[in-house]
């Protein structure tokens, strides 16, 4: 099952959200009714902070994951480490979106394209900059944190610290590629995964 906020792929038309704390709830209240089994939680950068939220929610309904998997994003306890942009003006904003990097060269050479995306990438901003953890108990679940080896904004310490979100097994682990290595090392992240899943089937 994936999460698929408003303001994305086929749900472009919808206005993006602009509350963390809204997207934690609607995330939460989508998956909890498909919850009858086991199940891992996996978020990716803004995404990692959201399921970890989603996770600490589910675990106080008595529906807790069997594992979380973090990726390309500090720990909660780690901060933001760079200067917040979502306030700024539209020309300071993709200013400083240019020189973050991430965002394909050719987006900005396409001003009509720009315009489409730019709602939701300051959304986007607005989210991760507005999150700060809030207190409650820790988790029992297995978690993995996963970042890419060139990534700019998230390193193996930052990584390290999520082992202090859970009570339970934690490793992590950094993988080739930058921030998006989803892409450059995908066939090593899917067999991560996978044996990360194998595992913990095989200790219940």
Known sequence: MAMLP??????FSEAPLH?????ISRSTAAIAPWIDGPFTLFGHSLGALVAYEVARRLSAMGKAP?????SGHLAPSAGLRRL??????DAAFLRSLRDLGGTPAEVFEAPELLALLLPMLRADFTLAEQYHEQPGPRLTCAVTALGGIDDPWVDCN???AWG????GPFDHAMLPGDHFYLASARAELVARINNNLASLRAAA
């Open 164 to 167: 202090d979100v859970t009570t």
């Open 84 to 89: 917040p942009i979502a306030h700024l003006p």
């Open 6 to 11: 408003p303001g994305r792929e086929t749900r």
């Open 19 to 23: 509350d963390i704390a809204q997207v």
């Open 66 to 70: 069997e594992s979380l998997i973090v």
């Open 158 to 160: 930052g990584l390290a």
